[in-house]
């Protein structure tokens, strides 16, 4: 596989139905998470860090996507400059 067409799988995924499925359910997840933090008055310190590694954790997942593709395009735009490069290298 090349890395252009890793790049169209990765943004035919983040557009997909399925994906967008998948965002809404980890939003609301976000949100219950968020809430049960701020009704909880009695809730402990390492209780409050654990959910708010679990909301972290939950963003990236989300962003993976995006961050997949924006690395992507930056090892191509690499992969352009270094092939480019080495065919000026050759005078060709």
């Known amino acids: 596989m090349t ?12 557009e997909s139905r399925g994906w967008e499925k998948i965002n809404k359910v980890m939003q609301d997840e ?12 009695d809730m402990t310190q ?9 909301i972290w954790a939950a963003e990236q997942l ?8 924006h690395k992507l395009e930056g090892d ?10 080495a065919t000026a290298e050759k005078g060709i």
């Open 46 to 54: 390492q209780q409050m860090d654990f959910q708010r590694g679990t």
């Open 62 to 69: 989300l962003n993976v996507p995006t961050r997949l593709i």
């Open 3 to 14: 890395i252009q067409s890793d790049i169209k799988d990765l943004i035919q995924l983040s």
């Open 76 to 85: 191509k735009a690499i992969e352009d400059a270094t092939s480019t490069s």
């Open 30 to 41: 976000i949100l219950q998470l968020a809430l049960s933090m701020a009704r909880s008055a």
